[in-house]
């Protein structure tokens, strides 16, 4: 291009207030969790510097965590739908009105650990994809919950009649009122002075949750079992954003968001989980271990509204249809080692 060329080229972009592309592109990661949760090691992190490696470092990723772009955890998604957030963290349960489908891997009876219940998120991968309108990197669980109590130790089926329980989904609560109790949904971030309070007896949920929330403190027992599943979590990038890029840029975010991504989110739940149990024993809270007949006592309580629930239409499906689709053959491609 001659001198002259060049000269006018540069006189439209400034007459129409244009400006010449840039090769790079740095895109915002929006979650509510301490900036030390172990998902940043385990997710948010590794995704950053791989899609930052594959790109050349023309395509990057800065954190803002512990709410720094919105604390709200149930309007995450919502950041990520109006531009606030190029990727955003969500928890499906906290609107899931929105995700029904998503939300039924807490179901009781499909899961109970936090690769188990990933994997069946996986496998039912398909189906859950539209429920967003947004582009789904990684999609993983945490364990089934544990119960929390401050006075009252949970020993057997009559032990839960009358209790208050807070449950992390609305799906739990016919399910925890089937038992005896009666159910609030909260979100994590009140559970700590709820129970510490007694507004609830008990709180229920993941393990690694204990150390998120130092629920080591107000608890007195751990009763190691419910009749549930886990929590589902998503991490989501604005699909305008991601259909904005080049299909070379598309490719790195893709690679950089492989099965083994969601894999890694399951990973750190599971190491949290169990430190949330040592910190639990640590700080001397009982520790209860239901026997097996005391189990089937559980899920015998549950049984007729578990299997009326199946019958439920959640869009073009029943919630029978999608419980199967958990069990189904994996849809995503095969993990891959991560760089």
Excluded at 95 to 108: G, M, N, R, S, V
Excluded at 124 to 131: G, K
Excluded at 198 to 215: E, K, N, Y
Aim: proline content about 7%; overall charge negative.
């Amino acid at each position: 291009m001659s001198k002259l060329s060049r000269i006018l080229v540069l006189g439209l972009l400034l007459a129409c207030g244009c400006q010449p592309a840039s090769d790079t592109r740095e895109l915002s990661l929006a979650h509510f969790l301490p900036a030390d949760h172990p998902l940043t090691e385990a997710v948010f992190t590794p995704f950053s510097q791989e899609l930052a490696e594959l790109s050349g470092g023309k395509l990057t990723v800065r954190q803002f965590p512990a709410g720094a772009l919105n604390s709200s955890a149930p309007a995450q998604y919502s950041i990520l739908r109006s531009g606030v957030a190029d990727i955003a963290l969500a928890i499906p349960a906290y609107t899931a009105d929105l995700f029904p489908k998503t939300d039924l891997i807490a179901y009781p009876g499909i899961c109970k650990t936090t690769r188990d219940c990933t994997e069946a998120m996986l496998h039912a991968r398909q189906v859950l994809e539209p429920e967003y309108r947004a582009r789904v990197l990684a999609l993983w669980s945490n364990a089934a919950p544990v119960l929390l109590t401050r006075n009252a130790p949970v020993r057997t089926l009559e032990d839960m009649r009358g209790l208050k329980i807070r449950v992390s989904t609305r799906s739990a609560i016919p399910f925890i009122e089937a038992l005896g109790a009666s159910a609030v949904m909260q979100p994590g971030t009140v559970v700590h002075q709820s129970l510490a309070t007694g507004v609830v007896d008990g709180v229920a949920l993941s393990p690694s949750g204990i150390v998120t929330f130092q629920l080591h403190e107000p608890a007195a027992y751990l009763t190691t079992w419910l009749p549930a599943s886990g929590l589902p979590f998503v991490l989501l990038m604005n699909q305008e954003v991601y259909d904005g890029l080049s299909p070379e840029a598309q490719g790195w975010v893709d690679e950089a968001a492989d099965v083994s991504l969601s894999m890694a989110g399951a990973v750190a739940y599971e190491r949290a989980g169990a430190a949330g149990i040592r910190l639990a024993e640590e700080a001397g809270v009982e520790i209860i271990d239901l026997p097996e007949v005391e189990k089937r006592r559980f899920e015998r309580a549950i049984a007729s509204v578990r299997e009326a629930g199946l019958k439920r239409q959640v869009g073009d499906l029943t919630v029978g249809d999608v419980i199967r689709l958990f069990a189904g053959p994996e849809t995503g491609e095969p993990p891959r080692r991560r760089r």
